[in-house]
C-alpha cells in the first residue's frame, strides 16, 4: 500500500508525496536498531532501569575542605591581659590574649617571669631580673601590696625606676587594683618615681607616665 502527504505551497496549491512501503520498512527497522543500541551501552554502563527517579546517596568519603585549621587557644583568648616590659630605658606595655582573666598573683609570676621569645625578638627585656630576691602580692581594698625582698648587696643598678614601673604599671592596668604599695617586712619601702624621686605611699601608673613608650 502506498502512503501519501500533502504540503500546502506559498502559492496555494498543494503537492502530493508518496511514501513507497520499503522506504517506510526500512527506516522504522532503522529506528529499532538504534534504540536496541542505547539499551545495550546503558546496560553495560550498570546504570539499571528504574521506573521513579531516587535520591542518590553521597559517597562515605568526606568531599574535600579548603578550611585550615583552627588557631590554637592562646591565639584566640577571649580577653587580654597587659604587662609592661622594657625597651630602650623605656616601659613598654604588652597585650597578651588569654582564656580568662589571671589571678593577681598569678599575673606578677607572668611579669617576673619575663617576655616570651617572641616578644624578646621584639626587642623587650625586663629590668626586674635581680632587683628582688622575691616578691608576692595580696589585693587590700583596691590596693596591691606587693612585698618584695631586696638583694643584701648593692648592685649599683640604675633602672629601679624601671623595675617598679613595670610592677606598678602592670599591677595598676587591671579594674580590681586602683594603687600598688611596696613593703618590705611589713614596712612601706620607698621607691623611686619616673622623675627620681622616693615614694613610700602607694603609686599609680601616672607616676611613671613619662617612661612609657607606647608600641
Known amino acids: 500500500m502506498t502512503r501519501a502527504a500533502t504540503a500546502d505551497l506559498a502559492g496555494g496549491g498543494a503537492v502530493r508525496v508518496r511514501w513507497a512501503p520499503r522506504v517506510v520498512r526500512d527506516a522504522r527497522r532503522a529506528g529499532l536498531v538504534l534504540v536496541a543500541a542505547v539499551l545495550v551501552l546503558v546496560g553495560g554502563c550498570g546504570v539499571p532501569a528504574e521506573d521513579r527517579p531516587r535520591a542518590v546517596t553521597p559517597p562515605p568519603v568526606p568531599f574535600p575542605s579548603t578550611a585550615t585549621a583552627a588557631p590554637t587557644a592562646a591565639e584566640t583568648g577571649a580577653l587580654t591581659e597587659t604587662l609592661y616590659f622594657s625597651r630602650d630605658d623605656r616601659l613598654v606595655p604588652v597585650i597578651r590574649r588569654v582564656d580568662q582573666v589571671p589571678a593577681l598573683d598569678a599575673q606578677l609570676r607572668g611579669l617576673l617571669a619575663g617576655p ?11 629590668a626586674l631580673p635581680g632587683a628582688f630576691t622575691s616578691a608576692v602580692v595580696e589585693l587590700v581594698d583596691g590596693v596591691a601590696r606587693v612585698t618584695v625582698g631586696l638583694t643584701a648587696v648593692d648592685t649599683g643598678r640604675s633602672d629601679g625606676r624601671l623595675a617598679y614601673g613595670q610592677i606598678v604599671c602592670t599591677l595598676s592596668a587591671r579594674t580590681d587594683v ?33 617612661l612609657i613608650n607606647p608600641r
Open 116 to 126: 616570651t621569645p617572641a616578644e624578646s625578638d621584639d626587642g623587650l627585656t625586663s
Open 178 to 210: 586602683d594603687a600598688v604599695l611596696f613593703l618590705e617586712g611589713g614596712a612601706p619601702l620607698s621607691v623611686p618615681r619616673a622623675d627620681g624621686s622616693l615614694s613610700s605611699g602607694p603609686l599609680i601608673a601616672a607616676d611613671y607616665a613619662v
